[in-house]
């Protein structure tokens, strides 16, 4: 019997993460799909919903926000699968407003706990989880197959679009989410320098999935998370031709 290949997505439970756990697993029957995120509750429930129409999918509680959560589940994958072949790194979140500051707290501290917590989320959440991973994501063998790593970034995070006076988004006002995708897109960068000499083993990416209705933006997104699913789920089976250290939407390339 074949091994199925192995893959892990964060924030699954809603949104374009699960809508990509539900495309990766119903297109590529061959994949295990573990989709996580920080509710046991909500993660089983949609584990449950996928499973009823036999899809692959196994439920994971993990918290990009905390340490012990992502060892928790890099454990609990090892000890199951014994490594990993695609990491997914989903989760992500707009805006914050800390509800236990006062009302009259000042413009410097809104600020400050708006960017902290969006960054926590988006950024450190993130270098968490794929330096937590990356050991078993070493020990993938899969035949033919290189591991695979799709950064879920947005093209708001361009820094060349948003420097064009003529683009459409160079007077977009989601500073702290905006800035914390360009952040990203810097952070997969990283990764995708460590593994530049390896291009045939490794393939890291970063995908726009396109203005979605979800949860993310109170669904006022003019596209579908159905549609969002699309690109994540391309790069996420790419082969040893496939591309590497790009980003691009289900149309083509974005510019950084």
Request: net charge neutral; proline share 5%; aromatic share 6%.
């Amino acid at each position: 019997m074949a091994t199925k290949t192995v893959a892990i997505i964060t924030g699954a439970n809603q949104g374009i993460g699960f809508e990509t756990a539900k495309r990766l697993a119903r297109e590529y029957p061959d994949y295990v799909v573990i989709i996580t995120g920080r509710r046991k509750e909500a993660v089983e429930e949609a584990a449950k919903k996928l499973q009823a129409d036999g899809l692959a999918v196994e439920p994971l509680v993990l918290d990009v926000g905390s340490d012990e959560s992502i060892d928790a589940a890099v454990q609990a994958v090892e000890a199951k699968h014994g490594r990993l072949d695609v990491l997914i790194n989903n989760a992500g979140i707009s805006r914050y407003t800390d509800p236990s500051l006062p009302a009259d707290a000042s413009a410097a501290t809104k600020a400050r706990a708006e960017m902290t917590a969006v960054f926590d989320t988006n950024i450190s959440g993130v270098a968490a989880v794929t330096d937590a991973f990356l050991p078993l994501m070493k020990k993938s063998v899969e035949t033919n197959k290189p591991k695979r790593i799709v950064f879920v970034s947005s093209t708001l995070g361009s820094m060349a679009i948003k420097v064009d006076p003529k683009g459409p988004y160079h007077h977009n006002v989601a500073r702290t989410y905006t800035t914390s995708k360009a952040a990203l897109n810097m952070l997969a960068w990283h990764y995708m320098v460590d593994f530049e000499n390896d291009a045939a083993n490794w393939k890291i990416n970063c995908v726009c999935p396109g203005y979605c209705a979800t949860n993310l933006n109170d669904n006022m997104g003019a596209d579908t998370a159905e549609n969002g699913s699309i690109e994540p789920v391309r790069l996420a089976t790419l082969g040893p031709d496939g591309e590497t250290a790009k980003f691009s939407n289900r149309r083509g390339p974005v510019p950084w």
